[in-house]
C-alpha cells in the first residue's frame, strides 16, 4: 500500500457537552492524519451542536450533520454507515465521551497490512473514570479462534477501537435493539465466516459513567443478549456446555430484583 489510505472516524453524539471537545480532539491528535471524520448531532439539546460546528471550521477533514429528529443510536449509527466515503480503507466508531490513544489509527493499519485475511481488528479498552483516571482494564480474546469459540458466553470484541474495513458498511446494525447492538452485530458476522482479531494493548479509554446507562438498561440487555444467543446456540458448529449453561444462567437471571442481578451479572463477566 504505497499511498497512505483514507480513514472513516464516525461519532454519533447526544448531549455530550462535556466531554466533546476532548473526544475530538483525540481524533485530531492521531499521528495518522489522513482521516474523513464524521460526526452526526442526535438533536442534543446541550450545547454540542455549536462545538461540533465550531471543529468543522477548524478543520476540513470535519463533517458535521444534526439529525432533523432525536433518532436514537441504531438509526443514527447506520446513517454514519452511508456517509463513508468508497475511498474509505477502514472505518471506526468513537464514543463522544470517550478517548482515543493517539497512535491507534497508524497501529491498526500496520496490523492490516500485516493480516490481509481479517475482516476486523479490536483491543483491551481502559476502563476510566470521567476526569481519566485509569480504573481497570479490560482485555479480549487476541486470536480469530478464541473469539469464535467465546462468543457465545460473552461479547468476546469491545466496539471501542474495533476497526472494520469498509465493504463492512453494508451490514447494518439491527434498529430493534436498543440496547446490545454491537453485540448483536458481532454474532452476525461471526457467524457470516468475518475473520476479528483483538490486539492485547489498550487504545481506547471508555468512560465509567456508561456503565450507569447499562445499569438502568440491565433487564433488556439480559433480554437481548438471550435473544441474540438463541439464534446460534443450538447450531452444532457452535454448541457447548459452557455456552449453554451460562445461556440458562442469563435466563434465570431475567427474573430476580435488579440488585441481585447486577451482583451476579458483574460476578461472572
Known sequence: ????????????NY???????????????????NF????????????SWSIIQDYAKKDKRI????NERNLGRPKTYNRLLELIS????????????????????DVKIRY???FKEVDGVGNSIEYVDENLNFIKKREYPEKKEDIKKNFLIFNPIS?????????LKAEKFNEDYKVCLDYEIWTRLIDKGYVFENLKESYYLYRQQKEQAKQKNLKLTLINTVKIKSKYIFKPKYFSIKSFLRFNLEILLIFPPKRLILWVFYKTL
Open 159 to 167: 466496539q471501542g477501537g474495533m476497526c472494520l474495513k469498509s465493504y
Open 63 to 66: 463533517m458535521a450533520f444534526r
Open 36 to 47: 474523513e471524520f464524521i460526526i452526526i448531532d442526535d438533536c442534543s439539546t446541550d450545547d
Open 112 to 114: 492490516f497490512n500485516n
Open 15 to 33: 448531549n455530550n457537552e462535556k466531554y466533546l471537545a476532548e473526544a475530538i480532539e483525540s481524533i485530531l491528535n492521531q499521528t495518522y492524519g
Open 86 to 105: 468508497n475511498e474509505s480503507f477502514f472505518f471506526f466508531f468513537m464514543g463522544s465521551d470517550d478517548v482515543l490513544k493517539e497512535n491507534m489509527i
Open 1 to 12: 500500500m504505497n499511498e497512505k489510505p483514507l480513514i472513516s472516524v464516525l461519532m454519533p
